[in-house]
Protein backbone atom coordinates (compact mmCIF):
# COMPACT_ATOMS: atom_id res chain seq x y z
CA UNK A 1 0.00 0.00 0.00
CA UNK A 2 1.45 3.39 -1.17
CA UNK A 3 1.54 5.59 1.86
CA UNK A 4 -0.73 9.04 1.28
CA UNK A 5 0.89 12.37 1.54
CA UNK A 6 -0.52 14.65 3.98
CA UNK A 7 -2.58 16.77 2.48
CA UNK A 8 -4.95 15.95 -0.75
CA UNK A 9 -6.24 12.63 -1.97
CA UNK A 10 -5.00 10.20 -4.10
CA UNK A 11 -7.01 8.64 -6.51
CA UNK A 12 -5.52 5.34 -6.26
CA UNK A 13 -4.82 5.81 -2.72
CA UNK A 14 -7.18 5.03 0.11
CA UNK A 15 -8.33 8.56 0.96
CA UNK A 16 -11.33 9.92 -0.92
CA UNK A 17 -11.71 13.24 -2.27
CA UNK A 18 -12.43 15.63 0.17
CA UNK A 19 -9.75 14.27 2.52
CA UNK A 20 -7.60 16.81 2.76
CA UNK A 21 -10.15 19.40 4.31
CA UNK A 22 -11.17 16.92 6.89
CA UNK A 23 -7.92 16.82 7.74
CA UNK A 24 -7.25 20.81 7.85
CA UNK A 25 -10.27 20.71 10.33
CA UNK A 26 -9.06 17.93 12.66
CA UNK A 27 -5.25 19.36 13.01
CA UNK A 28 -6.82 22.82 13.72
CA UNK A 29 -9.16 21.00 16.50
CA UNK A 30 -5.75 19.54 18.01
CA UNK A 31 -4.21 22.73 17.75
CA UNK A 32 -7.10 25.05 19.65
CA UNK A 33 -7.10 21.81 22.40
CA UNK A 34 -3.49 22.01 22.58
CA UNK A 35 -3.23 25.66 23.54
CA UNK A 36 -6.02 25.60 25.86
CA UNK A 37 -4.13 23.85 28.10
CA UNK A 38 -6.40 20.22 27.63
CA UNK A 39 -3.18 18.30 26.40
CA UNK A 40 -0.73 17.10 28.78
CA UNK A 41 2.36 18.56 29.88
CA UNK A 42 4.74 15.89 28.33
CA UNK A 43 4.93 17.78 24.75
CA UNK A 44 6.07 20.82 26.63
CA UNK A 45 7.54 20.48 29.86
CA UNK A 46 9.97 17.29 28.99
CA UNK A 47 12.15 16.31 26.50
CA UNK A 48 10.80 15.02 23.33
CA UNK A 49 10.46 11.20 23.46
CA UNK A 50 8.51 10.58 19.50
CA UNK A 51 7.20 7.29 20.18
CA UNK A 52 5.21 9.17 23.20
CA UNK A 53 3.97 11.80 20.97
CA UNK A 54 3.02 9.23 18.34
CA UNK A 55 0.71 7.74 20.94
CA UNK A 56 -1.08 11.05 21.85
CA UNK A 57 -1.17 12.35 18.36
CA UNK A 58 -3.03 9.28 17.40
CA UNK A 59 -5.11 9.33 20.96
CA UNK A 60 -6.08 12.19 20.01
CA UNK A 61 -7.13 12.32 16.37
CA UNK A 62 -9.13 9.25 16.86
CA UNK A 63 -11.12 10.86 19.64
CA UNK A 64 -11.40 14.13 17.35
CA UNK A 65 -12.58 12.04 14.18
CA UNK A 66 -14.73 10.20 16.81
CA UNK A 67 -16.52 13.51 18.13
CA UNK A 68 -16.30 14.85 14.34
CA UNK A 69 -18.01 12.21 12.32
CA UNK A 70 -21.00 14.31 10.73
CA UNK A 71 -17.86 15.99 8.34
CA UNK A 72 -16.86 12.47 7.16
CA UNK A 73 -18.78 11.68 3.70
CA UNK A 74 -20.68 8.52 3.95
CA UNK A 75 -19.17 7.01 1.30
CA UNK A 76 -15.51 7.00 2.90
CA UNK A 77 -14.52 3.33 4.00
CA UNK A 78 -13.60 2.42 7.77
CA UNK A 79 -9.89 1.81 6.15
CA UNK A 80 -10.48 5.46 4.19
CA UNK A 81 -10.96 7.00 8.18
CA UNK A 82 -8.25 4.97 9.78
CA UNK A 83 -5.61 6.27 7.27
CA UNK A 84 -7.01 9.58 7.96
CA UNK A 85 -6.15 9.43 11.53
CA UNK A 86 -2.57 8.33 10.41
CA UNK A 87 -2.38 11.42 8.03
CA UNK A 88 -3.37 13.66 10.54
CA UNK A 89 -1.23 12.18 13.73
CA UNK A 90 1.56 12.28 11.78
CA UNK A 91 1.07 16.22 10.23
CA UNK A 92 0.75 17.03 14.31
CA UNK A 93 3.84 14.79 15.31
CA UNK A 94 6.39 16.54 12.65
CA UNK A 95 4.74 20.01 13.84
CA UNK A 96 5.99 19.21 17.41
CA UNK A 97 9.13 17.90 16.61
CA UNK A 98 10.48 19.67 14.20
CA UNK A 99 9.77 23.15 16.25
CA UNK A 100 11.47 23.76 19.84
CA UNK A 101 8.63 25.81 21.34
CA UNK A 102 5.28 24.10 19.98
CA UNK A 103 3.16 25.21 22.72
CA UNK A 104 4.40 28.03 23.77
CA UNK A 105 0.69 29.33 25.39
CA UNK A 106 0.31 26.13 27.29
CA UNK A 107 0.01 26.42 30.95
CA UNK A 108 1.56 24.19 33.65
CA UNK A 109 -0.80 21.89 35.04
CA UNK A 110 -0.96 21.74 38.27
CA UNK A 111 -1.20 17.92 39.72
CA UNK A 112 -4.34 16.20 40.28
CA UNK A 113 -5.56 15.55 43.36
CA UNK A 114 -4.72 11.66 43.72
CA UNK A 115 -1.30 12.46 42.69
CA UNK A 116 -0.81 15.14 45.39
CA UNK A 117 -2.25 12.23 47.74
CA UNK A 118 0.24 9.87 46.69
CA UNK A 119 3.32 12.52 46.64
CA UNK A 120 1.85 13.31 50.47
CA UNK A 121 1.76 9.61 52.14
CA UNK A 122 5.15 8.78 50.39
CA UNK A 123 6.51 11.97 51.96
CA UNK A 124 5.18 10.68 55.48
CA UNK A 125 6.57 7.08 54.58
CA UNK A 126 2.99 5.34 54.43
CA UNK A 127 3.21 1.64 53.24
CA UNK A 128 2.24 1.00 49.50
CA UNK A 129 -1.10 -0.77 51.00
CA UNK A 130 -1.92 2.35 53.00
CA UNK A 131 -1.54 4.13 49.48
CA UNK A 132 -3.76 2.15 47.70
CA UNK A 133 -6.59 2.17 50.19
CA UNK A 134 -6.10 5.83 50.55
CA UNK A 135 -6.29 6.87 47.30
CA UNK A 136 -9.14 4.08 46.07
CA UNK A 137 -11.57 5.49 49.34
CA UNK A 138 -10.58 8.93 48.14
CA UNK A 139 -11.89 8.16 45.08
CA UNK A 140 -14.90 6.37 46.07
CA UNK A 141 -15.80 9.40 48.31
CA UNK A 142 -15.73 11.75 45.25
CA UNK A 143 -17.61 9.75 42.91
CA UNK A 144 -20.46 8.77 45.53
CA UNK A 145 -21.25 12.66 45.46
CA UNK A 146 -21.22 13.11 41.55
CA UNK A 147 -17.70 13.96 41.32
CA UNK A 148 -17.64 16.76 43.18
CA UNK A 149 -14.69 18.08 44.97
CA UNK A 150 -13.68 17.35 48.03
CA UNK A 151 -13.07 21.06 49.24
CA UNK A 152 -16.53 21.79 48.76
CA UNK A 153 -18.09 19.53 50.83
CA UNK A 154 -18.00 18.56 54.63
CA UNK A 155 -19.21 17.15 57.38
CA UNK A 156 -22.53 15.99 55.71
CA UNK A 157 -21.01 14.83 52.61
CA UNK A 158 -18.42 12.56 55.05
CA UNK A 159 -21.40 11.33 57.22
CA UNK A 160 -23.49 10.69 54.19
CA UNK A 161 -20.82 8.63 52.37
CA UNK A 162 -19.84 6.67 55.86
CA UNK A 163 -24.01 5.68 56.51
CA UNK A 164 -23.83 4.45 53.04
CA UNK A 165 -21.31 1.85 53.56
CA UNK A 166 -22.97 0.68 56.55
CA UNK A 167 -26.38 0.36 55.41
CA UNK A 168 -25.81 0.00 51.66
CA UNK A 169 -22.52 -1.75 51.25
CA UNK A 170 -22.96 -3.46 54.79
CA UNK A 171 -18.96 -3.13 55.17
CA UNK A 172 -17.57 -3.72 58.38
CA UNK A 173 -16.21 -1.61 61.45
CA UNK A 174 -12.59 -1.92 60.61
CA UNK A 175 -13.63 -0.87 56.97
CA UNK A 176 -15.64 1.96 57.83
CA UNK A 177 -12.91 3.09 60.01
CA UNK A 178 -10.22 2.77 57.02
CA UNK A 179 -12.37 4.78 54.74
CA UNK A 180 -12.87 7.69 57.61
CA UNK A 181 -9.11 7.95 58.02
CA UNK A 182 -8.15 8.03 54.43
CA UNK A 183 -11.22 11.23 54.14
CA UNK A 184 -9.91 12.65 57.23
CA UNK A 185 -6.23 12.42 55.44
CA UNK A 186 -7.51 13.87 52.49
CA UNK A 187 -8.68 16.84 54.42
CA UNK A 188 -5.76 17.66 56.77
CA UNK A 189 -2.53 16.63 54.96
CA UNK A 190 -3.77 17.07 51.58
CA UNK A 191 -5.76 19.90 51.17
CA UNK A 192 -5.31 21.36 54.80
CA UNK A 193 -8.33 22.20 55.95
CA UNK A 194 -8.92 22.11 59.53
CA UNK A 195 -11.98 22.16 60.61
CA UNK A 196 -13.37 21.45 64.14
CA UNK A 197 -15.90 18.89 62.59
CA UNK A 198 -12.61 16.42 61.60
CA UNK A 199 -12.51 15.45 64.77
CA UNK A 200 -16.09 14.86 65.44
CA UNK A 201 -17.15 12.23 62.59
CA UNK A 202 -19.28 9.40 64.37
CA UNK A 203 -16.70 6.75 63.76
CA UNK A 204 -17.80 3.20 63.98
CA UNK A 205 -17.75 0.63 67.05
CA UNK A 206 -15.56 -2.32 66.94
CA UNK A 207 -16.62 -5.83 68.02
CA UNK A 208 -14.74 -7.60 69.14
CA UNK A 209 -14.45 -11.33 67.69
CA UNK A 210 -12.89 -14.73 69.02
CA UNK A 211 -10.45 -15.72 66.33
CA UNK A 212 -10.52 -19.50 65.12
CA UNK A 213 -7.86 -21.49 65.71
CA UNK A 214 -7.14 -24.66 63.87
CA UNK A 215 -6.05 -27.61 66.08
CA UNK A 216 -2.47 -29.89 65.70
CA UNK A 217 -4.43 -32.78 63.45
CA UNK A 218 -6.13 -30.13 61.34
CA UNK A 219 -3.21 -28.27 60.43
CA UNK A 220 -1.23 -31.63 59.70
CA UNK A 221 -4.21 -32.68 57.22
CA UNK A 222 -4.04 -28.87 55.65
CA UNK A 223 -0.55 -29.00 55.21
CA UNK A 224 -0.69 -32.75 53.78
CA UNK A 225 -2.83 -31.74 51.20
CA UNK A 226 -0.12 -29.38 49.73
CA UNK A 227 1.59 -31.36 46.65
CA UNK A 228 3.86 -28.15 45.70
CA UNK A 229 7.59 -28.80 47.63
CA UNK A 230 8.16 -25.16 47.32
CA UNK A 231 4.79 -24.02 48.67
CA UNK A 232 4.87 -26.80 51.28
CA UNK A 233 8.20 -25.38 52.71
CA UNK A 234 6.19 -21.67 52.68
CA UNK A 235 3.49 -22.35 54.40
CA UNK A 236 5.16 -24.67 57.14
CA UNK A 237 7.72 -21.71 57.55
CA UNK A 238 4.78 -19.12 58.13
CA UNK A 239 3.18 -21.64 60.21
CA UNK A 240 6.30 -21.81 62.54
CA UNK A 241 7.77 -18.56 62.64
CA UNK A 242 4.36 -16.84 62.96
CA UNK A 243 5.70 -14.47 59.72
CA UNK A 244 2.55 -12.66 57.67
CA UNK A 245 2.11 -14.00 54.05
CA UNK A 246 4.15 -10.81 52.33
CA UNK A 247 6.85 -10.76 55.06
CA UNK A 248 7.50 -13.98 54.22
CA UNK A 249 7.76 -13.66 50.58
CA UNK A 250 9.84 -10.98 50.76
CA UNK A 251 12.25 -12.74 53.10
CA UNK A 252 16.25 -11.76 52.22
CA UNK A 253 19.00 -14.36 52.35
CA UNK A 254 20.69 -11.82 54.62
CA UNK A 255 17.82 -12.01 57.28
CA UNK A 256 18.31 -15.72 58.05
CA UNK A 257 20.34 -16.67 60.77
CA UNK A 258 21.12 -20.77 60.57
CA UNK A 259 23.47 -19.96 63.69
CA UNK A 260 20.91 -18.86 66.15
CA UNK A 261 18.09 -20.40 64.54
CA UNK A 262 16.39 -16.66 64.28
CA UNK A 263 14.63 -14.84 61.50
CA UNK A 264 14.71 -11.20 61.45
CA UNK A 265 11.37 -9.67 59.96
CA UNK A 266 12.12 -6.39 58.62
CA UNK A 267 9.77 -3.91 57.79
CA UNK A 268 6.71 -5.81 59.16
CA UNK A 269 2.78 -3.96 59.87
CA UNK A 270 3.54 -0.64 60.79
CA UNK A 271 7.08 -0.72 59.62
CA UNK A 272 8.71 -2.18 62.57
CA UNK A 273 11.45 -5.02 62.43
CA UNK A 274 11.31 -7.71 64.76
CA UNK A 275 13.36 -10.92 65.47
CA UNK A 276 11.13 -14.15 65.26
CA UNK A 277 12.70 -18.16 65.90
CA UNK A 278 13.14 -20.43 62.95
CA UNK A 279 12.16 -23.70 63.70
CA UNK A 280 14.67 -26.51 63.79
CA UNK A 281 12.78 -29.10 61.67
CA UNK A 282 12.77 -26.70 58.49
CA UNK A 283 16.60 -25.49 58.95
CA UNK A 284 17.61 -28.04 56.46
CA UNK A 285 14.93 -27.41 53.92
CA UNK A 286 15.54 -24.29 53.62
CA UNK A 287 19.24 -24.88 53.20
CA UNK A 288 18.51 -26.84 50.30
CA UNK A 289 16.55 -24.29 48.82
CA UNK A 290 19.23 -21.78 49.31
CA UNK A 291 21.31 -23.88 47.43
CA UNK A 292 19.00 -24.07 44.53
CA UNK A 293 18.08 -20.00 44.67
CA UNK A 294 22.14 -19.52 45.05
CA UNK A 295 22.75 -21.56 41.35
CA UNK A 296 20.09 -19.69 39.64
CA UNK A 297 21.04 -16.38 41.36
CA UNK A 298 24.62 -16.79 39.87
CA UNK A 299 23.42 -18.18 36.56
CA UNK A 300 21.01 -14.79 36.35
CA UNK A 301 24.25 -12.65 37.23
CA UNK A 302 26.25 -14.26 34.32
CA UNK A 303 23.51 -13.36 31.77
CA UNK A 304 23.53 -9.85 33.63
CA UNK A 305 20.20 -9.95 35.20
CA UNK A 306 19.51 -10.89 39.02
CA UNK A 307 19.09 -7.44 40.51
CA UNK A 308 16.57 -7.18 43.27
CA UNK A 309 14.62 -4.17 44.44
CA UNK A 310 16.40 -2.43 47.66
CA UNK A 311 14.17 -0.05 49.99
CA UNK A 312 15.19 3.69 51.01
CA UNK A 313 17.17 4.07 47.46
CA UNK A 314 19.90 2.02 48.41
CA UNK A 315 20.30 0.96 45.51
CA UNK A 316 21.82 4.69 44.68
CA UNK A 317 24.16 4.23 47.58
CA UNK A 318 25.34 1.45 47.02
CA UNK A 319 25.09 0.13 42.94
CA UNK A 320 26.10 -3.08 43.10
CA UNK A 321 23.97 -3.87 46.61
CA UNK A 322 21.25 -5.23 43.79
CA UNK A 323 23.89 -7.92 42.72
CA UNK A 324 24.65 -9.49 45.70
CA UNK A 325 24.01 -12.69 47.43
CA UNK A 326 22.93 -11.58 51.19
CA UNK A 327 20.14 -9.04 49.64
CA UNK A 328 18.72 -11.69 47.20
CA UNK A 329 15.13 -12.70 47.96
CA UNK A 330 14.39 -16.45 49.15
CA UNK A 331 11.51 -17.41 47.77
CA UNK A 332 11.89 -15.84 43.69
CA UNK A 333 10.52 -16.13 41.24
CA UNK A 334 11.90 -18.62 38.65
CA UNK A 335 14.52 -17.49 35.95
CA UNK A 336 13.76 -13.58 35.26
CA UNK A 337 10.64 -13.00 33.91
CA UNK A 338 9.03 -9.33 33.30
CA UNK A 339 7.39 -8.48 36.23
CA UNK A 340 4.94 -5.16 36.24
CA UNK A 341 5.58 -2.77 38.91
CA UNK A 342 3.60 0.03 39.93
CA UNK A 343 4.69 3.16 38.42
CA UNK A 344 4.57 5.54 35.59
CA UNK A 345 7.14 7.31 33.49
CA UNK A 346 5.39 9.71 31.17
CA UNK A 347 2.21 8.35 31.21
CA UNK A 348 3.31 4.56 30.33
CA UNK A 349 3.45 1.88 32.65
CA UNK A 350 6.99 0.97 32.91
CA UNK A 351 7.74 -2.54 33.33
CA UNK A 352 11.22 -4.13 35.15
CA UNK A 353 12.96 -7.72 35.50
CA UNK A 354 13.14 -7.78 38.97
CA UNK A 355 13.09 -10.78 41.23
CA UNK A 356 10.10 -10.11 43.89
CA UNK A 357 7.24 -7.57 43.84
CA UNK A 358 7.38 -4.43 46.11
Not at 145 to 174: N, W, Y
Not at 226 to 250: F, H, W
Given at each position: ??????????????????G??????L?????????????????S???????????????????????????????????????????V?????????????????????S????????????????????E????????????????????????????????????D?????????????????????????????????????????????????????????VD???????????????????????????????????????????????V????????????????????Q??A????????????????L??????????????????????????????????????????
Amino acid sequence: MKKASCFGSLRGGVLPPGGGLVQLLLIGQMSSIARQGKLTGHLSSKPRNPRLIGHLSRKLASGLLRRHLSVIPAYWTPISRVLLVHCVSSVWHLLIMSSDNPLPDSPTRSPKLFDQIRDRLRLKHYSLRTEQAYVQWSKRYIFFHGKRHPAEMGKPEIEAFLTSLAVDRQVSASTQTQALSALLFLYKEVLGIEFPWLTEVTRAKRTARLPTVLNQEEVRALMARVDDPLMDLIVRLLYGTGMRLLEGLRLRVKDVDFSRNEIVVREGKGSKDRVTMLPGSLSDRLRAHLAVVKAQHDADLALGKGEVWLPDALALKYPNAPKEWLGSMCFRLPAFPWTRVQGWCGGIMWMTNGCSAR
